[in-house]
């Protein structure tokens, strides 16, 4: 559903001459089937699902974050602003991220489901959360908070 949501937007972008969504929207896709192609080596030949596709998306957005700082730190403003502007027409398609606080009550959530009681529960509370909350949870946010409450 995500995937034919993504390329109505294509269509709508090419309709209204809007060139920069309209580069964002097919590296988007691209990179979408190069996943597709990658997943049928394991068996998947309808092409990935979903929540797949988020989880590539947000790996678009930290991308470009980290791009746009070392642009920053290079004082080529044109180039972070140009980063910028595809986060924000990446992140349209994402469901809605998480505030801190909504990510604070996931983790306890997921503690106590996992029964996690240290830090070497650590992979078992990030499984739980991957599993509750992909596409919703930044989870390089994510992993500094559950270490701090299973260290707690």
Not at 57 to 85: C, F, H, P, W
Not at 125 to 142: N, R, Y
């Amino acid at each position: 559903m995500l995937r034919e949501t993504i390329t109505e937007a294509m269509k709508t972008a090419m309709r209204a001459k809007d060139d920069a969504s309209l580069g964002t929207i097919r590296l988007i896709l691209a990179k979408i089937k190069d996943t597709d192609i990658a997943a049928r080596s394991k068996g998947v030949m309808d092409g990935i699902k979903d929540d797949e596709i988020c989880s590539v998306m947000q790996g678009m957005v930290k991308q470009r974050r980290e791009s746009a700082a070392i642009y920053e730190k290079g004082n080529r403003k044109d180039l972070a602003d140009k980063e910028t502007a595809e986060i924000e027409v990446i992140e349209r398609f994402l469901p809605k991220q998480m505030s801190d606080d909504e990510m604070k009550a996931a983790i306890d959530a997921a503690v106590t489901a996992t029964g996690a009681a240290s830090i070497k529960d650590m992979g078992k509370v990030m499984a739980e959360l991957k599993k509750a909350h992909t596409g919703a949870m930044d989870f390089s946010k994510a992993g500094p908070m559950v270490k701090d409450r299973l260290s707690a």
